[in-house]
Every structure is written in C-alpha cells, then in structure tokens.
C-alpha cells in the first residue's frame, strides 16, 4: 500500500506549534513501527524534511510539490494544487492520501483530489464554536473559505479523524453525515519530556501556580489573574509567598495591558510574565509548580492538562468541551465566569495536593494513559483496516483458496506460521490445505479439509487462487517449489535467499533445470556463467551473490515477503506486498513465583540472571560471538546464566567444544530441541534475549516475534532487515569489530537497570501486539488474495 501525507505544515509556522508537534510525533511513530506501507510526503522544499529524524528521512519519501500560498484566489489555487496531487497519485500508483490540518488557512486543500482514499485529521471547531470572537472578525474571504472547507469535508474525506470525542461531537452538530465516517484519537504527551521528579525536595522554594496560555479570549487569561487575585487576598497569610507564573508569547501592547490590570488588582508584584520560552524551559516550570492552572472556555484537546498530569500537578480547569474527556474525576473544577469560584478551587488544589505523593502518582498513572505509541497504533488500525475495505469489490462469495504449507506437527517454524495465520485467514476466505504427505499432519485442526500436494494440478480450476509457502528447508519446500514454479499463484516467501535451498535440492537431479532456470532467468548472462562453473567446473555455487528468489517471485501472480529491506531487494518486480511476520497477542503476566519454578524446572539457580538464544542454532546466529560477551560478564562477576533453546545442527562450530575451552560449561545451558510448552516457558524465565544474525538470508525470525510478544528485552543485530525494527522495540549491535564490546555494554546495562529492561520488554509486547499480529497479518493476507484474484 502506498501512503501519501501532506506535508505542507512543514513550511508554515505552526510546524513549531502545537499542530505541527502532533503532526510529527504521529508521523514518526507511524512511519518507524509500520512497514506495511510506502510512506511519501508532499514537501514545498527538500529542506523540510529536516523536521524529522533521520531514520524517518530513510523510510519517508519525499514528493516536491511546489505550491506558494496565494491567499487572494483560494479557488484558482486549489483547482492547481488539486491538479499536481492528481499527478502524484498517478505517477506513483497512490492508495491513500492524508491531510492533518484541512481547517487551516495557511495550507492549501486539494478538494478536486481523486482516486485514493482520504483522510483528514480536524483538531477543533474553535471559530464556529466562539464566532463572535472569531469568525466574524475574519476577512470575508477567509472566513468564506473555511466554512467552503466545512462544507466540503463530510462528503470529499473518507474517514474524518477528531483529537477528541468533544470535537467531533461538534462537527455532527453541524453537519449529521459526519457521524458515519469519523473517529476520535486522542492526543499524547511525551513522556521523556514531561516527567515528575516525585519528592518535594525537588519543588522551587518560591511557590508558584503556573497558567500556560495566550492573549486570545478563549484562555481566559484576565478572569485567570483575577482570580490569582482573589486567593492571595483572602488567603493573605497562607499565600503570602505564593507567585503566578503565565506562558505565553505577547506583543508589548498585551504586555502592558496585563500588568496594567495586574497592578489594579494589586498583585503585580507576583506576576511572572515569560514570553515565549523553549520547551525545556517550560518542563521545568511544570516540574516546580504547585498547581496548574488552566481556565479554558473551549479546547479541541487541551495537551497542556497532561503535560502538567505528567509533570504530578494537581489541574484547576473547567468542565467544558474536551477536559473532562482528557482529566477526568482528577481535576478541581471551576467555574468558566467566577473569579471566586476560580480562587476556591485554586485553594483546594494547593492545600490538598501540599507534600501528597499519592495525589501526584493519580495524576502521572493517568497521565500514562496518553502515549505517542497509542495515538499512532490507533492511526494505523484505522489507515490499515479502511484501506483493505475500501479494496473490497462488494462480491458476496468468498474467495477460495488452496493453501500449500508444511502442517503440524512438523517440525518447522514455517508449519507454526501457517497454522496461526490459517487460524485467521479462515474468516476472511475459504481454505484448502495442500500438504505433501496428508498423513504426517492433523487434517482435523480448524475443521479444514487436507489434500495431497499431489493432487493440486487437477484442482487448479476450483479455486481463485493458490498460496504457496517457501523456505530454506529442502525437506518441506522441494515440492511446494515445483508447485509453484508450474502453477504461478501467491508465493510467501519466508527467506530472500533461497541458493542453498535450490541447491540442495535441484543440483546434480533430473529438476536440476528449475535450478538453472531460475539462475538464468534472474540473473541473464551472470546467471549462466555462474551456472556453467558450477556444472562443468564443479565450483561452489555462489550463494551471496545470487539469492535465487527473483525469478520464482517474477513467475507468481504475488509475492508477500516480511520486511521492507527483502522488498527494496524486489523493487524491479511489481507485486511485491510487506505483510508484519505475526506474533501471538499475549496476555500472560510473568510473576516471581512463576520464574523462580521455571528455573528450578531447568535446573537453573535462582539467582542466576538468564541470557538466551532461540532457533535452531547454525553459522549465522554469532554464537561464539556471544560466548564471548558471556565469558567477559562471568570474568567481571556477573551472575550470568546463557541458554541456547534449540538444536545445534552445525557440527562445524564444535559449540560445546569452545563452550569447554572457554570455562563456561557451569554457566551455559543447551536445551536441544524445545517444544513449543518448553519454547515459551524458556522465554518467560529469559531475562533478555539474543538474536544475532550475520551473514542472513534475509530471513524472518518467528522466535524473535514470540520474544517480543511476552515484553521481553531483545538485543539483534543491527543489519540488513533486522536494523528496521524501532529502536524502541530493541536494541541494536553494530556487525564490526565492535560487537562483543558494545553487547558486552548493552548487556551490563539491562542487568543493572532493571526499569530500562522492563520499558523494553513493555514496548516490545506493544510492537507485536498493535503492528505484527497475526489478526493484522490475516487481514493483509486477505488484501492481498482480493486484489490478485480481481
């Protein structure tokens, strides 16, 4: 799916404003943790990608859409802009187009777009809700342009998204179509940066009540002193000391007119008026207060109340519009119009919460309800589950659909994919099982019916389509290859490097041809002189060199592959979709008790602080790479337990041999070969998880899914399709002559910090269960059958 944002509010000021913070933060969070998608974005000059990161930079493609604003013909210029999207989502094959700030005027609205769907993201109805403040002191032109984009938005956008329940509760006053096609997602607060020192100690010796605002009648910014007023005067004694803190940029008239009426109400002397300050400044404002103070008459969402929840500052606000939706039963509400009021419930506040941690943990614990990570999550459930809709044809009969797989119980990891995606693609399509030996595997699971690959080719006819499931393994692939090589359908294919595979079975056989032809067929002249030298000269096949899937994904009618770096390695072939490995949603809390079992199960000291590896263990796993950081921990003291959880089927690298040379045979585990009760009892006692891979195949890692899925801290390897994995989801070591240090470091880290490792753990669990599920990875599946067999 290709995704296109507008990235016009990257060149206007609101950039550093509020818009253009949550404009960012949900950008990043999307492009990083979803790669189901090609990201591009609209830029007026290259030099606006700057706002981002650089990993964002690497994944989000940039689309020079030149477009100065000319604010004295909106029309003409809309008619324009309009006109260069509609190239743009030619030229680039576009699905889906999104607008984060259709209602400001600074930014042009592309109304006559067509051929993708559109979402547009509204924050607030401030100047319909307030007109007499607003709208009616606008230009006739302005104010005739946006209520034309009011007007135009519940029948041009597809999905309107409101960053409060309150917004879009005011939109469908004005216009019911609405109701039908919007959502609400909340707004966040970082966390990193907004965050409560706790102790008192820390709070500022001159006490203060803090207001965040502007001169703009909505913040009720004079009713806000007033009331300042009132609690020190009749509170004299008690607040003697007691400042008022208000940020906020001004010209010099709003200045003058502030303390003017300050000094009237006799607290000039308290009033601390900032001026615009940098956000770092403005946390440790929060972090020293006493109070928040916030007496807003309208807010879209109001993201300073869980800046200042964030931050353990008991709220005085009002109960209008979104607050309640954001504070809750935690503020001290007040009246919108009584200064009194006001100062009574700023008393309450400031005597109640005095020294009281607990009140100051209600309100960060709420305050961690609102996350970046949630608010993206939420963006792309909606972006993703009204794309495959929208691809749907309306047909009433289910596509049907042969599935070709290695099956439980065999031993593959591919077997335990396809059960787990079977067990969702089922609702979506009508399945047949093909498996080569019907008798090695469980024809009963799901209620599907099982058939010998055998009998496929004269099957064909009765369905809409075939999946074919491709790995490294000649024992369960070979026939599903030749299958698929004769009768083109979907091909999954689990690992871009597939020469060993094709090697191991083809070579020297009378299929020997599929090898050749797919040397041949991908690789042209290179391919046959390869193939030459290895028939005639009997050299080595040259496996890095050649992946061999290129010509098998050319052949299928579609290929579905798990990360974006195999993709970028299939770019010259057309349909080639990401589609998230899938993990299981896990729900299963470990406890001490549970630990301490499995450990005495394992024959493991409970003291031991357990390091693991999973999957079968071979040359690409950095196994002595690790020993090695193993042996260094154990030298410096630590109490070091490794767990290699699978199969050593190298003999080559005499494992248990560098095990023994090393002095390491008390302080590392093998466990052989798990199943799959064992599999996930070894994770759950792990207290972080390896999965190191160099040279790779390209391949997926189901065991690295299963890790994340149970909140555990893994460390990988900072290479090829494993670096695209967030690095809030994992850390990363780099393949060079630094990795034993730099794990050895990682490693010291998480044993000592014992908060780091469960966050990772925590966004981990997250990742997998909002971004890499199966239930997400089924849907995409069926977008992907509906749209070959259409």
Known sequence: MKFLIDGQTLSTPEINRGIGVVFKRICEE??????????????????????????VQRRLIPINVSEALNRDNYTEQTNHYSELLNKVVTEFKIDAYWVPNPLMINVVLP??????????????????????????????????????RIETLPRWADKLIFISESAKSDFEKIDPRVGSKSIAIHLAVDHTKFWSYISPIKKSKEPYILLTGGFDPRKNMNAALEAFSYLIKDNYQEFANLKFYVVCAYSNEEKENYERLAAKLGVLDKLVLTGYIEEEELVALYQGAS??????????????????????????????????????????????????????????ALRDCANNQSKREEFIKRAKEFTWAKTAASYFKLFTNSLLETKKTGKLQRPKIAYVSPWLPQRSGIANYSYEIVRHLKEYVDITLYVENPKECSADIFELSMKSLSTLPKDIKNYDSIIYHIGNNSKFHKAIYQMAWQYPGIVVLHEFNIHPFLADSFLGTDKESLYAEALTEAYGEQGKSSYEAVKFRCEYPEIWKFPMSHALVKRSLGAIVHSRWVKDQLQEIGDVSVVPLGSVVNTVLDTGDDRLALKRRFGIDANKFIISTFGFVNKLKRIPTILEAIKILIDKGYPVQYLIGGDLIDPSLKIEETIQSLGLSKNVTISGYLNDEDFESCIRMSDVVLNLRYPSMGESSAALMTVLSYGKACIISNYQQFAELPNSVCWKVDIDDLEVPQLVAYLEELMRNSAARKQLGKNAAFFAANYSSYQIAAKLYAGIIEKVVN
């Open 291 to 348: 109070v928040f103070f916030f007496p807003s008459r309208y807010e879209g969402f109001g993201l300073p109340i869980l800046e200042a929840l964030a931050c353990g500052l008991p709220v005085v606000t009002t109960k209008v519009s979104s607050i309640p939706e954001i504070i809750g039963d935690l503020a001290y509400y007040c009246s919108l119009d009584e200064p009194k009021d006001m100062a009574f419930a700023l008393k309450a």
């Open 30 to 55: 999307l492009v990083l943790n979803d790669i189901t998608k090609e990201w591009y974005i609209t830029v007026r000059n290259s030099s606006d990608m700057g706002h981002f990161s650089s990993r």
């Open 111 to 148: 109304i006559h777009l067509h051929g993708v769907t559109i979402f547009a993201t509204i924050s607030d109805l401030i100047p319909l809700v307030m007109p007499d403040y607003y709208i009616a002191k606008w230009p006739e032109h302005i104010k005739a342009e946006y209520k034309q």
